[in-house]
């Protein structure tokens, strides 16, 4: 189980970087999300693997998964998601402007006088 | 005194449905549950009646029930038929066709409510309907006759929901 | 043979049936080669499926448990979506052509997925 | 039981949404409440900095649940310090966006300012990790909204970049929490130095990884090279007032990594050994001199100031990867001149802005109001390059004086040196070309007509000018603060014992680490 | 441990197999296409069988917690096919 | 008068001349003038002390933990130099209220000039270091400003820059060099180090101290190879010229040199570096002295020639090269100010200052003639004049000075140098003044004699030139005052006094040939100056500009590439950064013992991992194809939430997966304005990379949370506090809600917020791309595809109606049942917000809103509020911020149930994230409203219940 869920963070961290290192706005926004996705199962995976036992208290459970990772990637995903709308906006307004999706903004050099 | 039920009850069966839903959602069907269950059914269906201008002047819930067990037979018998096509029937031998049914139901919710049945049943799926609303498209997995297959959907589903949907 | 084990058969058989159901759908989606006959495997040789599971999820928690009809909603939801996912799935099929032309409906009309809005073009300065 | 400390928070927080809800189609009644929230933010940050001062630990449980089960707030005297700054920071911004009009250019202005004041004051105050986490994300988003206020192509895509690289690097945040959970099972800053402590010599790679991760998430806040990328074009993109109040958040990093650094994971920690040193100097170092080359190299005023801002942090960093008393103590008074100096060059760029065709440094004619503006950014350039009189020359003496004699002291005192040379040059170029140049340019006859800048802009620069100045006259009093600050960071038990020492709910019941 | 409860075991591992594997076929669909109308109907089918999933684990661990799990992806699963849709037939799926 | 406040004075009055600029120029020079006059009496009464060979100190704490403190102290040196600075400041600030033109700001010139002035005053009297150190830098910025006074003139820009840059380069050098010596000594008080010579000599720090000190002192004055800056700087108005680069800020090298003179000097290094530099330095800035056609420029490299010559006596550190380098200051001072002015004079009257131009002033300016020729022959060493005195004692210390080859090398170079000096003094008199008369009209202006006002301050000079020539007795007291200042203990000083006279010693037989040689030389001149023009030889300028423009090219090759806005190379660079750093934290720790087992795996978990590994490597394969990448991270989303509800989180679980349905609208909405294809445009060997980059990172995560997952944390995990008091303390049961809403409830507010700004912001930036040029471009879009037809089909529509209700009485009960079971404010948000949306997208974004819309802006603000009064609530009783209460309340019919703080705190968190996602998606949805196409008045495309002519949908056959 811990090989499966380590590689798949492994496997998503790569595709969302190599996503996020393209030249586009739209695949390095969807290479964010890909990302997200590996460090919420990182941040998941810190309070350890636990199967079939929610923390939601019961009387006859003995063990319970670590709740206080499980708060903190919904806290994660919730503010990963108003970064992502911000983000896709931001690209859309300049994509809008410009009619130019590149995520390089590469400054044209002028030559100006140096002195 | 009418019109404050109206206002009330934009949709009783949807009031009734939602407490239900209520009752099944909380999994326990208790006096309380059930009071909590229908205020929120008179609630929420006020809150979102906006959305529903035209409802259907009547709908009969005996006859709909009825249908519906109908329709959930139909379901079982031709999901076998089906799955037996999908198994065994090489493409080559696949009589797909488009049959066009001219409807005589004019609600929108009648139509919905047949076409859906349409979709469930396996082996037939609505797909559009014309700019007047006059004739519904359905596509069919094997159709060796299509005309049957038109007159089996009118008199067995349309013909019920006429009389569901007056 | 008691209750509990003619309940315990009864949720092995629906899940079997809800097994059968499933991958049956998922082998239609697989192989057929027409867009609008694959649209009719899964969306219904899958409902079946999971409709059946369902059933068996349902009469588990009767028999191991205090019994629940919480199933009978999700299936309801699924029995009230499954026809517009299908129903858009065919526009789209149609609308893309990806799928043997529906003949025209008579007197004239058109199918509404094929309207087309007069200012609607293909640019290509875009 | 008082609640000053959380008004820093709450007070920015409710003030927002309030001038959302209420204000938002009357500029005048958003700016009163604004001032009205900044002053009050001033009023009780310089409060707190009073009690603080005398090495009292303020700690507020939030929900008074006891750390580190729950949040805290802990003002320290650094902590205390760095909101005031703030505070006062944002005043002056406040005046010049007034002046100059920024907040009529664009929808929610001083909603998104409150909130960015809201994220940075939670950002120095929490005693939680991962409550840091949320802080910082609180005054990112909000920068985002003010970074790209009133739009603009270039400043949009200037944002975008701005945006998908802190989401890189708030990612990289939560790898480091995950890390840190993971070898420790908590977040509480004070807990994880004394989790920290127990982590024996035979398994050091979990915490030492954590450790890195952590400092690296701090040095892009702090812009340190070569994570400091994001800075240049979104700082000479924003609006002017912006771009100055942005000047404290590259303070943020500064501070996280004080704090972490000296108390969670101090140089004397076993298992961290060799982490920051190998890494942070050269870093530092490279930062300093590439930041000052920058301001050599830039091509227009505003990514000029840009530049001086990563050296400027580039000096921060070298007293604080010195990780001495002396070094901190350094580091904490130049942060505040930097922080002054770096605001007043962007609102004097702005100036110049609003007054010339455009910041390219080629000669144009002479602009509106341009000797008072010349003046300004004189005296804020010769703050920034390090020159005395002002601050920056005796904090450069002060980093000068605390590296003597450590391991890489003599590559600081090289670059240090060297690097102020070059933005002396690089300053003395670029002001030469804009103020002086102008004079022999006549002024053509179709040129733009600009108006001037209102006096309030002027007097909000100015404002910062004598802060500056007074912050020098009497910096010997400041510096003694400073070096009292750094002793406490360098003996955190009073704070950790407070921290984990206090009651709160329930903490009757359940008996800590059984 | 009864014949019954062997039975149900089994049928369980069989239940999971043949949804893992229904969803690795509708995975390939997905992927060769070739239609867009493919694809939403292969992750419509890819959803539908997660609730199956779910509810298989729910009887497998003997619990219903994960019951409001299933039931959202089945309520909100076809909003997503809806939009999928719509975006391919008029592009702007909220209008 | 206090030390403090002869410092201070210049600085305050600094502000007066700006100030009063309106009042007129003669009050703006009055009161600078009365600043520097209230100063120098000021000094004056300092007199008596010195006089009597006491050091007058006084000051304050400044920066005591540094170190630097305003300690002055006054003693016969620093007297010299702030009697020069002051005096001689007077003379200028008369003269330049006669040399500026009305044209020039006279405010701001004198505002200028008393910076430079109270920096170098400052620098005379500082009795610490550091302080020095404050006012030499002082002096280089505030010489920059008067350099670049005349903005318009690009020398006078470039001579700024050029000044500032070679004196910086020098101020740095020698804050090294002050810093190092202050950590030798222990202290930066100048009266402690200056008691410390052996200590300081035998510190092995000595060398670098001594070098960053001469670099400091020898550009600030002009030393070989230095001196460059100088004559450029003399683009400058004539009065700076005179003040700064003759009389005052060049002597702040010679006054640092002089003042560390018994701690630095004695030592070989100290001996041959000095003195070699002055010697090379007098002779290099006589010779080109001699060939300089501009009179400032002549008078700018004597003035290098005369500093190198004071330095030369300093270098050799005995106590008569010290005694013979003061007197030299003091004469030095009188005859190059006085040559200045008089320069400015001509410049003034003649409107040229080149040597060629002139000639036979003498009849026109007889006046001008008459300063210019006692300063210029005091210059030139004739008796009788103050310059012969000083220079003799040079030459006779020369003599006696053994440096490098044959023991006459040196004596002989003196002479040369003192040859070449009195060369060009006689030049200037002859081809300025002598020669020919000629008309007023042969100048480019008509020169007569000036006012009184710009020839009296000279004159006062030439008075004391001849003074002290005939009468150095006057002087002679006070000069050896001086230089036993300078000395201190370390040498005996044994002179005992100046004479005209002494006698036939080999100073007389060297000054003789130097005038002798130099009369012929400047009768030789013609030959001799085409000699030199055919001479190549280097120009500093051009040296000093290359250097600059190749720091600069290199600087800008550097920035520019590297910061040329390629976001992909950024990330790239700190992707590298992490991978690296990360690698060497775990390359240099230890691994620990494996603590926990494995966990078992089923086929369905191995089949959910290649579902959700296909979907991403998939995704990352085909994202060209943007629709069909949406799909498929809807996957690998959906594959995430089934493996958090495998891993026992449902509530997570039930937020990615709500989160997820929202993402791809609002992803699908963007998606509508951009291309629907990617370009491939990265070549193979950049995907290559990309890959291995990514791999690498991948590889690094993968194996971290291997590490972690198989150890235990190093103590019990907080959140075994959760898990015992979530169902007491916080009244829940479901421990992850409650850590959400109590526990750690500050977080969530934080979260909240977040989302609201990113509605607010979104919001914002809709509003301002619609109101900007954007505008029209989006009214006008033509959609990139061909349309269906169906906008809002009948069966969504009505299937709407129906889920609608239904949908919120589920969000009803998910808020409900949070506390306890999975569920919460945020996930029931968030369906609630898909319901909304549904409806948008069945009958319109128009339809729906006309009849229902909620105030999204409000209901954010609403939802904030209320949780941070929920929080604040708290307050009133005495408790914390967001401090949680709950009681079980019990009405009839309904059965027992619970009313907790943290459902309002959760009732906050379900109105902000609703009003937050609405606004968001309504901003999207809003950009996509075209100008011609009608927003539809019924909900649905077809209503056959309808007659056929009410039909909305116009018929559009083809
Ligand atoms: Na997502
Ligand atoms: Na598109």
Redesign the pocket.
């Known amino acids: 189980m811990e090989v499966l869920v380590a590689s798949a963070v492994g496997i998503m961290t790569t595709t969302g970087l190599y996503l996020i290192l393209r030249l586009r706005t739209f695949p390095v926004i969807l290479g964010m999300s890909l990302l997200t996705y590996a460090v919420n199962v990182f941040l998941f995976a810190s309070g350890r693997l636990t199967v079939g036992a929610p923390p939601i208290l019961t009387d006859d459970a003995t063990m319970y998964a670590d709740p206080l990772p499980q708060a903190l990637v919904l806290t994660a995903i919730v503010i990963s998601f108003g970064m992502t709308a911000v983000v896709v906006m931001i690209a859309l307004g300049a994509y809008l402007g410009t009619d130019d999706d590149h995520v390089d903004d590469l400054i044209v050099s002028d030559d100006e006088d140096v002195q | 005194m009418k019109r404050l039920f109206n206002w009330l009850l934009p949709h009783p069966v949807m009031t009734l449905i939602l407490a239900i839903v209520w009752i099944s959602l909380q999994n326990n069907l208790s006096f309380g549950m059930a009071v909590f269950g229908l205020i929120l059914g008179v609630i929420i269906p006020r809150l979102t009646a906006v959305w529903w201008p035209d409802r259907p002047k009547s709908f009969k819930i005996g006859k709909m029930t009825a249908y519906v067990v109908l329709v959930l037979w139909d379901i079982i018998v031709a999901n076998v038929e089906v799955a037996w096509i999908v198994l065994t029937r090489p493409n080559s031998k696949l009589r797909p066709a488009w049959i066009i049914i001219p409807l005589d139901l004019c609600q929108p919710e009648a139509i919905t409510v047949l076409a859906g049945t349409i979709t469930l049943t396996p082996g037939t799926v609505s797909s559009d309907v014309s700019n007047t609303g006059h004739y519904l498209l359905i596509h069919a997995l094997d159709a060796p006759d299509p005309d049957a297959v038109r007159d089996d959907i009118k008199q067995r589903y349309e013909s019920r929901l006429k009389e569901i949907f007056v | 043979m008691n209750w509990i084990e003619i309940g315990t058969y009864a949720v092995g058989v629906f899940l079997l049936i809800g097994a059968i159901f499933t991958l049956v759908g998922a082998i239609g989606l697989l192989r057929f080669n027409d867009a609008m006959t694959r649209l009719h495997a899964p969306t219904k040789v899958g409902t079946m499926g999971i409709g059946a599971l369902l059933l068996a999820s349902m009469t588990a928690t009767f028999v191991f448990g205090e019994g629940s009809f919480h199933e009978l909603l999700i299936m309801a939801f699924l029995f009230v979506t499954a026809p517009i996912s299908a129903n858009f799935i065919s526009k789209v099929n149609i609308h893309h052509k990806t799928c043997m032309a529906p003949p025209d409906p008579p007197e004239g009309e058109r199918w509404s997925t094929s309207l087309k809005e007069e200012n609607d073009q293909v640019t290509t300065d875009m | 039981m008082t609640h000053w400390i959380i008004a820093l928070i709450v007070l920015p927080a409710m003030l927002a949404p309030f001038i959302v809800l209420s204000a938002r189609y009357h500029i005048g009644i958003q700016r009163v409440f604004s001032l009205f929230g900044v002053i009050a933010l001033i009023a009780i940050s310089a409060g707190l900095a009073w009690v603080a001062s005398d090495g009292t630990i303020i700690l507020y449980q939030l929900g008074d649940w006891k750390a580190p089960f729950g949040i805290v707030l802990v003002g320290d005297m650094l902590s205390t310090l760095m909101v005031f700054l703030t505070a006062v920071l944002a005043l002056f911004v406040l005046l010049y966006v007034i002046g100059s009009g920024w907040d009529e250019r664009g929808r929610h202005f001083h909603a998104l300012f409150q909130f960015q004041l809201m994220g940075i004051m939670g950002a120095f105050l929490t005693g939680d990790l991962f409550n840091l986490f949320v802080f910082f994300e609180v005054l990112l988003i909000a920068s985002y909204g003010l970074m790209i206020h009133a739009g603009g192509n270039k400043r949009l895509r200037a944002g975008v970049q701005y945006v998908l690289f802190n989401l890189l690097g708030s990612t990289l945040f939560l790898f480091a929490l995950g890390s840190i959970y993971a070898e420790t099972g908590t977040l509480n800053m004070a807990d994880l130095a004394l989790r920290a402590q127990m982590i024996g010599a035979d398994a050091t790679v979990g915490i030492r990884v954590a450790s890195v991760l952590l400092l690296l998430v701090f040095a892009i806040k702090a812009a340190v090279v070569p994570l400091h990328f994001w800075l240049p074009s979104s700082y000479a993109e924003a609006p002017g007032p912006v771009a100055a109040l942005f000047a404290i958040m590259t303070k943020v990093g500064a501070y996280a990594i004080i704090r972490v650094y000296t108390m969670i994971f101090p140089p004397q920690l076993e298992v961290t050994t060799g982490l920051q040193g190998v890494w942070l100097m050269p870093a530092a170092l490279l930062s300093l001199a590439l930041g000052m080359i920058g301001i050599l190299a830039a091509k227009s005023l505003d990514r000029l100031v840009a530049f001086s801002v990563i050296g400027s942090m580039g000096m921060v960093m070298v007293a604080i990867a010195l990780m001495t008393p002396e070094g901190i103590a350094s580091a904490l008074y130049y942060i505040v001149h930097s922080t002054l100096a770096g605001a007043a060059l962007f609102l004097i760029v702005d100036l110049v802005k609003s007054s010339r065709p455009s910041l390219s440094l080629t000669a144009m004619p002479p602009f509106a109001g341009s000797t008072v503006t010349a003046g300004l950014f004189f005296v804020a350039a010769i703050a920034m390059a390090g020159l005395p009189p002002l601050s920056g020359f005796v904090g450069k003496l002060m980093i000068l004086d605390a590296s003597f004699d450590t391991a890489l002291g003599v590559w600081v005192w090289i670059v240090v040196l060297t690097a102020s040379l070059i933005s002396l040059v690089g300053f003395a170029r670029a002001g030469s070309i804009v103020f002086w140049k102008a004079e022999s340019v006549p002024a053509g006859e179709d040129s733009e007509v600009f108006e001037r800048s209102h006096a309030m802009s002027y007097s909000a620069v100015g404002g910062l000018i004598v802060l500056l100045a007074a912050y020098t006259v009497f910096g010997g009093q400041a510096q003694s603060y400073m070096i009292v600050t750094s002793q406490q960071l360098f003996a955190p038990n009073a704070y950790i014992e407070t921290v984990i020492g206090s009651q709160g709910k329930m903490s009757n019941i359940f008996s800590e680490e059984d | 441990m009864t014949f019954a409860d062997d039975f149900l075991s089994w049928a369980l591992v069989i239940a999971f197999t043949a949804v893992a594997i229904s969803q690795i076929f509708a995975m390939i669909r997905l992927l060769i296409g070739p239609g867009t109308a493919d694809r939403i109907l292969a992750l419509d089918t890819m959803v539908v069988n997660v609730i199956g999933v779910i509810v298989l684990l729910g009887i497998s661990q003997g619990t219903q917690i994960y019951f409001e799990v299933a039931m959202i992806i089945a309520m909100l699963g076809f909003v997503s096919t809806v939009a999928y849709a719509r975006f391919v037939l008029r592009g702007d799926i909220i209008e | 008068m206090s030390l403090f406040l002869i410092v201070a004075l210049p600085f305050f009055g600094a502000l007066l001349p700006s100030l009063m600029n309106s009042a007129g120029r003669q009050a703006v020079a009055g009161v600078t003038f009365t600043v520097t006059l209230l100063a120098f009496v000021g000094l004056m009464t300092n007199l008596p002390a010195v006089l009597n060979g006491d050091v007058v100190q006084n000051g304050f704490d400044w920066f005591p933990e540094l170190g630097l403190n305003v300690t002055l102290m006054l003693d016969g040196l620093g007297f010299l130099f702030a009697t020069m600075i002051l005096g001689i400041g007077l003379l200028i600030i008369a003269y330049a209220r006669f040399y500026l033109s009305r044209n020039d700001n006279m405010g701001e010139f004198f505002t200028y000039l008393l910076l430079f002035q109270g920096a170098m005053v400052g620098i005379v009297l500082s009795n610490n270091i550091l302080l020095l150190l404050v006012f030499w830098e002082l002096t280089s910025l505030s010489s920059f400003l008067l350099i670049g006074y005349w903005k318009h003139l690009e020398a006078g820009r470039q001579g700024a820059r050029m000044a500032l840059t070679v004196t910086g380069l020098g101020g740095l050098a020698l804050i090294a060099g002050m810093l190092m010596l202050g950590k030798i000594v222990g202290s930066y008080d100048l009266s402690v180090i200056l008691q410390n010579r052996e200590l300081i000599q035998a510190d092995p720090l000595y060398v670098p101290v001594l070098l960053l000190i001469l670099l400091g002192a020898f550009t600030k004055s002009a030393q070989f190879p230095f001196h460059f800056w100088l004559p450029h700087a003399m683009a400058a108005p004539t009065p700076v010229s005179a003040y700064l680069h003759s009389a005052t800020m060049v002597k702040a090298g010679i006054f640092l040199m002089a003042r560390m003179w018994p701690v630095l000097s004695g030592t070989p290094e100290w001996f041959y570096i000095v003195t070699t530099t002055g010697l090379i330095t007098m002779i290099v800035g006589a010779v080109i002295a001699l060939f300089k056609h501009d009179l400032k420029a002549l008078l700018a490299f004597s003035t290098v020639s005369h500093l190198g010559l004071i330095t030369m006596l300093l270098g050799t550190g005995t106590a008569f090269g010290a005694f013979a380098a003061m007197f030299h200051i003091l004469n030095h001072a009188t005859f190059k100010a006085a040559l200045f002015m008089s320069a400015g004079i001509i410049d003034h009257e003649t409107n040229t200052r080149d040597i060629r131009k002139l000639g036979g002033l003498r009849h026109l300016m007889p006046i001008t003639f008459l300063i210019a020729i006692i300063a210029a022959l005091s210059m030139a060493g004739i008796p009788l004049l103050n310059g012969f005195l000083s220079k003799e004692m040079m030459l006779e210390e020369m003599a006696h000075t053994y440096l490098f080859g044959p023991k006459w090398l040196v004596p002989t170079l003196a002479t040369f140098g003192s040859l070449f000096s009195a060369a060009y003094c006689f030049r200037m008199i002859g081809h300025t003044f002598l020669g020919p008369k000629r008309k007023p009209e042969s100048y480019p202006a008509k020169p007569h004699d000036p006012s009184v006002g710009l020839w009296l301050p000279p004159a006062i000079l030439a008075v004391l030139v001849v003074v002290i020539g005939v009468a150095p007795f006057l002087v002679q007291d006070f000069v050896i005052l001086i230089a036993k200042s300078v000395i201190r203990d370390a040498a005996h000083l044994d002179v005992k006094y100046i004479k005209i006279w002494h006698g036939f010693v080999p100073a007389l037989y060297m000054s003789i040939v130097a005038v002798l040689g130099g009369l012929i030389i400047v009768v030789m001149f013609r030959p001799l100056s085409r000699l030199w023009d055919k001479t190549p030889r280097p120009e500093a300028k051009n040296f000093f500009d290359n250097i600059i423009m190749a720091i600069l090219i290199c600087a800008r090759s550097c920035i520019h590439p590297l910061h040329n806005g390629a976001f992909t190379r950024y990330a790239m660079i700190m992707v590298i950064t992490t991978v690296a750093a990360g690698y060497h934290a775990w390359a240099t720790g230890v691994v620990g013992n494996v603590t926990r087992g494995l966990q078992p795996v089923g086929w369905v978990e191995i089949g959910g991992w290649i579902m959700l590994v296909s979907a991403a490597i998939s995704l990352a394969a085909l994202h060209y194809n943007r629709l069909l990448s949406l799909i498929l991270i809807g996957i690998v989303g959906l594959m995430v939430s089934i493996g958090f509800v495998f891993l026992s989180a449902p509530d997570l679980a039930m937020t990615q997966i709500t989160v997820e349905v929202v993402t791809i609208i609002l992803l699908l909405l963007a998606?509508?304005?951009?291309?629907?294809l990617t370009p491939l445009e990265s070549s193979m060997w950049r995907r290559g990379s990309d890959v291995i980059v990514a791999g690498c990172a991948g590889l690094a995560t993968m194996l971290l949370t291997y590490h972690y997952l198989l150890r235990d944390a190093i103590s019990v995990p907080i959140s075994e506090f959760h898990l015992a008091n979530s169902y007491e303390g916080g009244g829940g049961t479901n421990v992850v809600n409650v850590i959400l809403v109590d526990f750690r409830g500050f977080d969530t507010f934080g979260e909240i917020i977040v989302l609201g700004i990113a509605a607010l912001l979104i919001y914002a930036l809709t509003e301002t791309l619609l109101n900007g040029p954007v505008r029209a471009r989006l009214l006008n879009r033509a959609p990139?595809k061909q349309l269906s037809g169906t906008q809002h089909p009948m069966m969504m529509v009505v299937l709407t109606r129906v889920m609608m209700p239904v949908v919120l009485m589920v969000g009803f009960y998910i808020f409900l049942r949070g506390h306890n079971e999975p569920g919460g404010g945020f996930i029931a948000g968030l369906i609630v917000s898909i319901a909304v949306v549904m409806q948008y997208m069945a009958s319109g974004f128009r339809w729906a809103s006309d009849r229902q819309r909620l105030p999204y802006h409000g209901v954010i603000g609403a939802g904030v509020l209320i949780a941070g009064l929920t929080g604040i609530g708290s307050w009133f009783f005495s408790k914390p911020f967001l401090t949680s209460d709950f009681a079980y309340l019990r009405i009839p019919p309904f059965e027992k149930f619970e009313i907790a703080t943290a459902a309002l705190f959760d009732l906050g968190v379900f109105l902000a994230v609703v009003g937050a996602v609405m606004l968001t998606l309504e901003s999207f949805s809003r950009l996509a409203r075209r100008a011609h196409v009608k927003d539809s008045d019924s909900p649905m495309d077809i209503d056959p219940s309808r007659s056929i002519v009410e039909l909305t949908q116009p018929q559009k056959g083809e």
């Not at chain 6, 998606?671 to 629907?676: Q, R």
């Open positions: 998606l509508n304005f951009l291309p629907n990139d």
